[in-house]
């Protein structure tokens, strides 16, 4: 069977584009490790539009629900299936996962990123126990709280920025003596009373009971063993676009992200769009993804009845 469009993803841009997809009676595939996103693990997401709180294993009940609603005899969701090659035949594409290969027509990546963790002891029993990897979605959580900010890039100073707003102090680590973020950003970080920076700091234990309670730095020259007593960590190390699949087919850049047209989300290859944490867009968030994909989405319908 030739699918009119094959969405790889089941984050908030594959569902996005899914929901819309069905709707306009495209005869569509989804597949996704899962349906929900990286957001499934979070305990309070604020930030997601019409909802003031709602919990991660919940948002991802409610994505999968909207998308079912919709998918009648139009849409196939094949979850628990990982893409691993794109490949092109003639006007079409062929995408094969570790258990099977599907072909369509037009292709939709939106399969996101995942965060690049904390190499540090104890930092995978504590997240989601004080330690996260999204201050957007969980931040205002720590509210008059002490919190530590690990990164020394632009997100991780963006990050201090956001939580200073509502956080008692805010304590930015990094490894590093050169940040890499913009000099405006890091100055005004610096000016502010109730933010500190340590650099030279590589965190070696994250401690704590049920929740956190603090951290371990080591300074990178002197080996010198501090802790630090804080309530919360947030950790901006980067992420790593799920992108690998899509090598030589599409442009990918030196972060390994898809380079698409922000106007419709077109990627170099005729036929295949993306969308959402995968992409080189300027901004990564749950709401931002579901408008690429919706954009995106718009732009399929129209080439399919052109190109047919």
């Keep these: 069977m030739i699918y009119d469009l094959a969405i790889l993803g089941g984050g908030p841009a594959g569902v996005a584009a899914g929901v819309y997809a069905a709707r306009k009676r495209l005869k569509t595939i989804v597949i996704a490790k899962e349906i929900g996103g990286q957001s499934v693990v979070s305990e309070n997401i604020q930030n997601w539009i019409g909802i003031p709180s709602i919990q991660g294993t919940e948002l991802g009940k409610a994505l999968k629900k909207h998308l079912l609603t919709y998918a009648a005899d139009v849409l196939t969701i094949k979850e628990n ?19 099977s290969a599907y072909e369509a027509k037009t292709i939709l990546i939106a399969t996101g990123s995942r965060r ?3 190499p540090a002891t ?9 330690l996260t990897y999204c201050a957007s979605c969980d931040g205002p959580l720590f509210r008059d709280m002490d919190v ?3 990164g020394g890039g632009n997100a991780a100073f963006e990050t201090v920025a956001q939580l200073l707003a509502y956080c008692k102090s805010v304590t930015l680590l990094h490894r590093g003596t050169a940040f890499r973020a913009d000099k405006i950003t890091v100055d005004a970080i610096y000016a502010n009373e109730k ?9 070696v234990e994250v401690t704590g009971d049920k929740f956190l309670n603090g951290l371990v730095y080591k300074d990178v020259k002197t080996g010198h063993q501090t802790t630090l007593s804080v309530q919360g960590i947030f950790v901006e190390i980067g992420a790593i676009p799920t992108t690998d699949f899509a090598k030589g087919i599409v442009e990918i ?9 922000s106007i419709n ?4 290859q005729s036929g295949i769009w993306a969308a959402g944490d995968c992409t080189n867009g300027l901004y ?4 931002i993804a579901m408008g690429d994909a919706v954009k995106a989405l718009e732009d399929i319908y129209l080439w399919l009845h052109v190109n047919g």
Aim: aromatic content about 4%.
């Design 81 to 99: 299936e990982l893409v691993l090659k794109i490949e092109r035949q003639d006007k079409t594409f062929i995408i094969a996962t570790e258990k």
């Design 195 to 203: 933010a500190k920076i340590i650099t030279n700091a590589e965190i």
């Design 122 to 130: 104890g930092a995978d029993k504590f997240e989601n126990k004080g």
């Design 116 to 118: 690049r963790k904390l």
């Design 265 to 268: 989300q077109k990627t170099s």
């Design 148 to 150: 530590a900010v690990i």
């Design 253 to 261: 850049n030196e972060f390994g992200q898809i380079v698409t047209d």
């Design 284 to 287: 990564h968030q749950n709401n």
